[in-house]
């Protein structure tokens, strides 16, 4: 396992959509691996593959509850009033924005060994699902914040 280099805002790889994974092999698994080690270390709670400069659909997601590792993920149902909350990213240092997410989202999408898998999640976890998968299309929360405050 390795820590990865994060991309930060004004990469433009970060605004680019990335691709499904076809085939788990050794690579994919070693990215997850890598992925949710790089989180870690950041103390995030989320990271999503072109966060460490790759343009796959990879999402790793700890929001203390456990390690939630995603392959080609999508939102299936969400419900709910739109929340407003808080969100960071380790791409953005140093600016944390309110954001609208649904209260509650439905994920699916494949583990590390290949089976679907799918994942309910509530309010924060609803707002990390959303918040990687945004990754994925090449959205940042600050293009969707209602308001900005600088932390540093
Ligand atoms: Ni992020």
Known sequence: MAIRHIVKKGD???????????VINQRVIELLDDMAQTMYENNGV?????????LRRL??????????EL????IIEFSGDAVLGEEGCLSVPGIVGKVNRPMYVKVKGLNRNGDEVEYEGSEYLARAFCHEIDHLEGILFTEKAESITYIE
Do not use: H, R
């Open 12 to 22: 433009e790889i970060l605004g680019k959509k990335s691709k499904k994974i076809d």
């Open 46 to 54: 989320g990271l999503a593959a072109p966060q460490v400069g790759i």
């Open 59 to 68: 999402v790793v997601i700890d929001i203390g509850e456990g390690l939630i």
């Open 71 to 74: 392959i080609n993920p999508e």
